[in-house]
Every structure is written in C-alpha cells, then in structure tokens.
C-alpha cells in the first residue's frame, strides 16, 4: 500500500476516518499484535504427538515462554534453537546446526511422531530454507517420526495465521481418501470437536474427520468427495490447500452462538442430505439451551458499545454474534486482516454500517477508543491495563483463542466472556 | 545452534525496555517486525503497569524488505516524538532488525529531531537482557549526563549540608526494585543522606543530566549499573558504594560502608530488625543445617547464600547464576561454602542439579519455583525472572533491614515448621501423617500425589545421575526388602543421598548384598 491510501492526519475528535472503496478503513502503522508462533501454544496441546521447534532467536523463545504465560509443563513440546553468532558468521553451517539438534532432540523424546520445524523472522531473513531441512531430516528419522515445515514468523504471519500456515503445511502431506466424508477444519478444544461430532452423527453424517487430528498417525484422508466446514475464520492458506486437494469448502458463518453454529451445521447437514425436519429435531434442543445460557447475559450486553481492536481474525464473526444475538452496538470492529471470501456471510450479517477497520495504526487506534469511550474493548495483553487505567473496560483477545467458545453449549460461556468485564465492574467498591 | 526449552533472559533489546519504561520522559523507537510488541504485556501484564511502556515499534512486514524499511523506521521516529515529546530518546534494532542492517543509529542522526538521540549497539545473537539493561543505561548516562557538573560546596553560609548519593540500577520488571529503593532511601536518610538521584527506574533524562552533582554513587544491582558507576567513577570522580545490602549483615557492611565514603559518624543505632532474633530464638532450631539450592542471577544468588548460611544456619548445598557476565562473583562464594559453582541458562542442567543435591529448600527464580514444584520441594523466589507474584501488593523490599525480616519469612514459611518436622520423623508410616502428605500449613492439595512424575525420557536420562553403578547381584542395587524398607523411614529429601551413600559403602568395602545393617554401617562410616 503506498503511503497516499493512509489517513494523512492525525484523527480529529469530529472527523470519520477515511474508509476504501469498499467502505473498509484500511491502517499501515504500528501493529499491537502477537506474531504466528504464538499459536504453538495451543497447537502443541491438541496435536499430542508434535514437537514445534522454532528456528529463531531469543526473542522467539522469549515470546512463547511469556505469552504461554505460565510455565506448566517442565518439558514441554515446543522449543526454540536459538540461532547464534557463529551461526550467522558462517563459523557454523547453520544446516548442520539444525540437524545436530534436531536429531539431539528426538533422541531424547523418541515419544515424538510428527516435528514442525517453524520459521521465524530472523531464520527467513536469513534464508534459511526450512523445507529442504524438513525433507533432509524426513528421510532420516522416517518412518518414527515426520519432519513437516511451517513459518510463524512476524513478518509474515500475525497471530492465528500461525494455525493457518500449520495446518496448510499438513494439507499436502495427508493421505488421498475418495469417501463421502465431513471434515472440520480448524482446531478445537476436545470437548468442543466431541460435542460436533455427536450432533453430525445425529444428523446421520457418519464420516467426519477433523483436521488436525489428535495424534500425528491419525490425520484424515482428502479428496473430490470430501467436504470441508472452517471451524476458524482465520485458515484462508488451509482453505485454498484444501481447495488444491479437490475437497469442498461449505461456506457458511462461524460457529458462534446459537444462530452461527445452527447456520455452519446446516451447511453441512445440506451437502449430506438431511432432511430438514430432522435437522430441527436434533439441533432444537441444544438451541434452545444456548438461548436460555445468552438470555442470562442479554440484560447485561445489550446496548453496550463495544470496540475491536485486531487481533485473532475472530472480530468479525464475533461480532456479529454479539450485535446479532446479544444486542451489542459495534463502534469499530478492527481485524488484522479481512478474508473476504470465507467471511461474505459474516460480513452480510453484521448491521449495515459498521465501521470495519484492517490492519492497524495503534496510536491512531487508541486515539479512536478514547474518543467513542467504548463499554467494552476487545485488546491484547499489552494494552488492557493501560485502557482500564483511562477508566475503559476491556477483554483480553487471547482468552477469546484459549477458550472453549464454539457450538451451542459454549454460546453462553462467550456471552459471558464480554459480561464479564462489565459485572466486576459494577461489583467492585474499591 | 542451541536448543532451548526456557529461558532465564529474554533479548538484549527487552533490556533496554526494561530501563526506558523505568523512566520517564524517555522514548525507544524499536526496529522490529510485528510480533516483538509482545514485549509490552511483560510490564503491563507481569508488573500491572498502567502505561504502555514508552516503545514504538516499526513493525515492518515482509513485503517491506524489499523496499525501504529505512524510510518506516524514519516515519515511526518522527510520529514518535511528535507524538510524545520526549526529552530523549534511545533508538536500536531487535534481533531481525539487526539482520538487515538498517543502521537506526545512523538514520537517527540525520533526521534532526529535537531532542538527544542516543543510539544503541546490541548485538542480539551474543547478548542477553541483563547485558542489554546495563548497555543501556550507561549509553544514556555518557549521553545525558553533563561532565561539568559537580556537587556544591560541603559548607555554606547555611551550614554544613547533607550529603547526597545517586541510586543506580532499579528498572522495570526488577526483582523487588520498586520496594528496595524506597527500603533504601529510608535508610539513608536515617544516616543523614539524601538521594540526589534514582536511576533508570523513576528517572528523567533530565535528572541523567545532574548525576554529576551527587557525592557519590550506590550500586544497587551491579548487574544493570556497574558499567555505568565505573564510568562517573572515572569521569567524575566519584565513588561507588559496591556493598549490596542483601541481609542484616549486609546490610551493616553497607552502612558503615555508605558513612565512610559519605565522611559522616557512624549512627549509635539504628533499628535492625527483627531478623536476627527471629533467628537465634529457639523456634528457628529446627532451620539449623537445613540444605538449601540457590539459583538466580549472580547477585541476589550471592546475596542469599551468605544470608542462608550466617543468618539462618542454613547448609548451602548449590549455588549457580544463569548470567556468565558475574560468573566470576559466583565461583568465588562457591569456594566460601564449598560447593561447585553452577553457571548455566540451561534450564535442564539447573533440573538435574537441584535433582542430585537433594536439597529441603531452593531458593531461586520463576524457573526454579517450576523446577521445585515437580520435585515436591519447598521454594522461595529471590531473583528475576519474575512472575506477577513477585509483584506483590503490600511493601516487600529485598534490600536493608526490612527486606532481611521479609527474606525470613518468605524462605521460612515454605518449610515444614519445627515441631511438625519431628512428629513427621517419628511417626513416619502413620497413614495420615506420612512425608507425602507435606507441611500441612501449605494445604493438602498435594498430599496423597506422588512425586509429579518426569516426562519417561528424561527419568531415563538422568538414571546414570542419580545412582552410582549397582554391585552385581541379582537384587537391583543389592538391597534386601528389609534395607529397602529401612531406607523408605528416612526423611525424603535425604533419602536420596543415603542410597547413594549406602552403595558407595557397600561396593567400596565389597558388600554385595545391603542389608539393614549395611545401612547403619555406611551411615556411621560417614557421620563425620
């Protein structure tokens, strides 16, 4: 983007920000936001055979340890070879480097059966080119354990594109099936995938298989008659490798609440031929639950104005749920960046107006908060307590990533994620 | 290449973090691709800061190297100090930034800004965060601070005044800084001296300018502000207090150190706490000899052995820092207590030491209170890393007499408490009361778990460790049931060491098969 699409001036309090053609407000600043690597946090857990090596630096390093937060597991299955002096200064060929302790660390956990080797900036500034590592250390640890590559790397990768570019990798690699089967894409906290996987075997879908599986021997087949729901609104890479493998993408909106998930299994419920009346049999009562868990939030939500900074590509399905189904009036919804394609439902069904930002200029962003005063805004970890210290509530994002939110049983829980904020607010007397 | 699980520092550039958003009125314009923001929940999250540190970062893209990031770190230098206004500001590149040789320094220079630029030189594949605090800081005072300054004459026409002393090193995110120097400042004052300055954290860049009219300098944290006190120590001629008052006796170093170099009468009394009553009355017997793990970085680790072992009676059975830069303060306590030094960032090689020292207390970082947690031992925290525990809410200083009666405490408290140890000695297979259950002060969450077991890899890696090659019989290790049983009535944390003892007895003295009697044979042989 060159420099003349930017807002050339600082925001005035009065003035609308300068939308696209599009009607989208489109920001080249600083961007407040986590890089790809991030999302080994939660990739590392649900793929439980993995090990995520990242090629990279301290910073790297630094970063999963400090946004994992807690230190809960003493060995865990991600890690970091750090790249050093004598790395850079060819004193090391940094190939050798890599094999050396990769080979090191599967000796020492031989329980491990798939390796992501995972770029980062400095390793792709440098290019050092991890595909051929991947393939050169896949014929030596085959058939044990497969070296698969992905980049997590900031600068080309923010936040949950981490996901996206993960699961793309594992794309080519899964074994060609030609059955009739759903696949859910996108990954989901077990408890999350078991509840769907009831509700498909309810409608009479009998082949569903989810990417990523859990365990690395077990990852689905694809092919012509596989049929692919996103669960996230962030795997547009996954999307199209899919696509390349002749699978068929079910566009629909998000599952999340009662109106998202009842739409995305619907979609699918569609392509297999259920019938609609025992479409409605099945989800009416899981519907009916998720209504009565948001109607307890409804009261608090309702005609509270909220404000999304970017963050995880969740921002737009999210809020259409919460202006949809709870009532909430949307200042800005800011995303890091807008998939137009898998989000043309979301979009179409967010209130006529709102005000949709892509990318960022966190100063200027800021500047937005303060002046509209939001109820609510949606924030990184960086930025929460400086807003609650100007007197603003706010959400962190990345609870929002770690938590379970999707499908109807979940439809209360996230309801309650935005509430509450605002109820310790009102409880606290001090 | 080197392998990391976690790590004890984070780049050199958090470094420089750490002593910007210390201070006020200071900006850092940060080459640096997206992602390195999450630097800032590290002080907004970790120390509840209410401000964003003062940081912009360019975040360049991918698509931006091909072109000029040059010209983006240029634009985010200028809006930055539009924006801010600071009165300095430090520029520098993080780790990827470093790589594609942007220069900030030099682009810095050219663009006039209106304030002192200072530029920054660290090298992110060498250096660590401590490296790049103290890097820091010293840049910005051989920047800022004004060689003329000097402090005013001892008399006037008023009389004599008092003397004043710049504090040096507190930063953000500092292991109990924001109560030590408050701890510190008391004390002084006591003595009839006046801080001129504290600095980074709570300084201006303006205030950098005046370090020269201060009497003398007190390093607090040598390793933010040696580099820096050595530098006015040179250039103005002024002396370093180096005593770092870690403990009552410490601490007593320090004042008679401070009224010395200050030239003013040692105080007939001052209030000492109540640290060292609290360890001679007769409750604290059961603290005697009680082996103690210390990790962390160099000074505080140094600091809390000495503390360990004169002022509670501790035995010090491990001592490490992570920074190799004070390696050589570590070696020299290592050989006070007898022990050999341990210097690492290894997060592992710590594990398998504090494993084989078999301590009943570590005293170490976040890291250690992992490592202590799965090996079911009690732990104090004395060091960064730190976690938003170690920012508690109430006054909590390290440093000076205070912080000696909170180093009591806090290490105290984890320990099983007197009377309860013997009633555990002798009541060992009581059902209820047995060594699993743990102090019951620290709640049964733990109680019947056994001992979180290691990943299996690692067990069988650190097998070789823990035990010395059994004699050949066809028992593992030669022991009878019987021996086996009596080993299991020894308190935990040194059962361990009698094993290890036992079969070193047993293969020394050709015993092939341990008995009950073997036991108590080898525990006389090495009751010395």
């Keep these: 983007m060159s420099s003349s699409d930017r807002p050339s001036q600082p925001l005035p309090g009065c003035e609308a920000p300068p939308l696209g053609l599009d009607g989208i407000l489109r920001e080249r600043g600083q961007r407040e936001v986590f890089c790809g690597l991030t999302g080994i946090i939660w990739l590392h857990r649900k793929i439980q055979d993995a090990f995520f090596l990242v090629v990279g630096s301290r910073t790297c390093a630094h970063l999963l340890q400090s946004a994992a937060g807690v230190m809960v597991f003493a060995e865990p299955r991600f890690g970091t070879a750090i790249i050093e002096e004598k790395d850079l200064a060819g004193l090391a060929d940094a190939n050798e480097e890599l094999d050396r302790v990769v080979t090191r660390l599967l000796a020492r956990r031989p329980d491990i059966r798939m390796l992501f080797l995972v770029g980062s900036c400095p390793s792709e500034v440098i290019k050092l080119d991890l595909s ?24 080309e990768t923010t936040f949950t594109q981490g996901e996206d570019a993960c699961l793309a990798a594992l794309v080519p690699e899964l074994p060609f099936s030609d059955t009739k089967q759903l696949m859910l894409v996108g990954s989901l906290p077990d408890v999350v995938e078991d509840q769907f996987l009831r509700l498909f075997a309810d409608l009479g879908i009998e082949a569903v298989v989810s990417l990523p599986a859990r365990r690395a021997g077990q990852m689905p087949g694809v092919g012509p008659n596989t049929r692919y729901l996103l669960a996230q609104p962030f ?20 599952p999340f609440g009662a109106e998202g998930t009842t739409a995305w299994l619907h979609a699918a ?46 921002e737009v399905p999210l809020a259409r749920f919460l202006a949809g189904e709870l009532g909430m009036e949307l200042v800005e919804v800011g995303t890091p960046y807008l998939h137009k394609g898998h989000l043309i439902d979301e979009l179409a069904a967010l209130p006529p107006g709102t005000l949709i930002s892509e ?20 924030c990184g970890l960086g930025l929460a307590n400086p807003l609650e210290r100007t007197g603003l509530s706010t959400k962190w994002a990345i609870e929002l990533v770690f938590s379970p939110i999707h499908g109807y049983e979940q439809a209360g829980d996230l309801a309650e994620l935005f509430a509450r904020p605002l109820n310790r607010r009102d409880l606290l007397r001090v | 290449m080197q392998l990391t699980v976690w790590t004890y520092e984070g780049p050199p550039h958090v470094g420089a973090m750490r002593v910007a958003t210390g201070m006020t009125g200071l900006h850092y314009v940060l080459h640096a691709p997206q992602g390195d923001t999450y630097a800032d929940l590290l002080f907004t999250m970790i120390e509840r800061r209410d401000h ?10 991918a698509r931006d190297l091909g072109k000029d990031t040059a010209e983006l770190f240029q634009k985010a230098a200028r809006e930055a100090y539009e924006r801010f206004k600071p009165q300095a500001m430090i520029v520098g590149a993080s780790c990827t930034a470093e790589l594609i040789q942007d220069d900030p320094a030099g682009l810095a220079e050219t663009m006039g800004l209106g304030c002192p630029v200072i530029p920054l030189e660290l090298p992110s594949y060498s250096r660590k965060e401590n490296w790049g605090a103290s890097e820091t800081f010293y840049q910005l005072v051989r920047g800022l601070a004004d060689k003329e300054r000097r402090p005013p004459p001892a008399v006037t026409e008023a009389g004599p005044r008092r003397p004043r002393a710049n504090l040096l090193g507190p930063t953000a995110l500092g292991f109990r800084h924001r109560d030590d120097v408050v701890e510190i400042t008391r004390l002084l004052d006591q ?33 933010i502000a040696a580099q820096a006190c050595s530098w006015m120590e040179r250039t103005f001629r002024q002396k370093t207090v180096k005593t770092v008052p870690i403990g009552v006796n410490a601490t007593r170093e320090f004042v008679s150190e401070v009224c010395q170099v200050a030239g003013v009468m040692m105080p007939g009394a001052v209030d000492q706490g109540r640290m060292g009553w609290w360890s001679r009355s007769v409750d604290s017997t059961y603290l005697t000899g009680k082996r103690v793990f210390i990790f962390g970085d160099a000074t505080h680790a140094v600091a809390a052995a000495r503390v360990a072992a004169e002022e509670l009676g501790f035995k010090v059975v491990g001592l490490g820092c992570y920074n190799r830069e004070f390696a050589r303060e570590i070696r020299a306590a290592a050989q006070i207590y007898g022990v050999e030094p341990l210097i690492t960032d290894d997060y592992l090689v710590v594990e398998e030491a504090i494993e084989a020292a078999a301590p009943e207390l570590v005293l170490g970082t976040q890291m250690e209170r992992h490592i202590a947690k799965r090996l079911r031992l009690p732990c104090a925290v ?14 909590s200083p390290q440093m000076g007499f205070e912080g000696a009666n909170v180093l009591f405490d806090t290490w105290v408290h984890p320990l099983v408490m007197g009377l309860e140890e013997h009633l555990l000695t002798m009541f060992r297979d009581d059902f209820e009361f047995s060594d699993a259950a743990g102090p019951s002060h620290l709640g049964h969450a733990s109680a019947s778990a056994s001992p979180a077991p290691a990943e299996p890899v690692l067990a069988a890696a650190q097998a070789p460790v823990a035990t010395s090659p059994p004699p050949a019989t066809n028992e593992p290790g030669g022991w009878t049931p019987e021996a086996l049983a009596e ?42």
């Design chain 1, 132 to 155: 051929r590592a991947a393939q050169r250390l896949n014929q030596r640890f085959a058939p044990n354990c497969h070296v698969l590559n992905y980049s997590g790397s900031g600068i």
């Design chain 1, 235 to 254: 795997l547009a890479e996954t999307g199209a490798a899919l696509d390349k493998r002749g699978a068929v993408h079910l566009p629909s909106l998000f």
């Design chain 1, 269 to 314: 419920a569609q392509a297999f031929g259920v019938g609609e009346e025992r479409f409605a049999i099945v989800t009416a009562p899981p519907r009916e639950r998720a209504r009565k868990a948001l109607a307890a939030h409804r009261t608090k939500l309702a005609g509270r104005r909220i404000f999304f900074l970017p963050d995880s590509q969740l």
């Design chain 1, 359 to 378: 990318g960022q200029d966190v100063e200027r962003q800021l500047d937005r908060v303060q002046i509209s005063r939001p109820d609510l805004t949606v």
């Design chain 2, 52 to 61: 964003r540190p003062p940081v912009t970062y360019t975040t360049f893209q």
């Design chain 2, 191 to 223: 003595l009839g001296i006046d801080v001129h300055v504290a600095a980074p954290m709570g300084a201006a860049p303006a205030d950098l300018v005046r370090l020269g009219e201060a009497d003398f300098n007190i390093c607090l944290y040598p390793e």
């Design chain 2, 382 to 395: 004395i060091s960064a890393p730190v976690h938003v525990q170690d920012f508690p809410a109430r006054y």
């Design chain 2, 487 to 528: 080993l299991g009535k020894i308190p935990f944390f040194v059962r361990g060491k009698a094993r290890r003892n036992t079969e070193r007895y047993a293969a020394e003295h050709g015993v092939a098969t341990i008995t009950r009697e073997t036991l108590y044979e080898a525990k006389a042989h090495y009751a010395r």
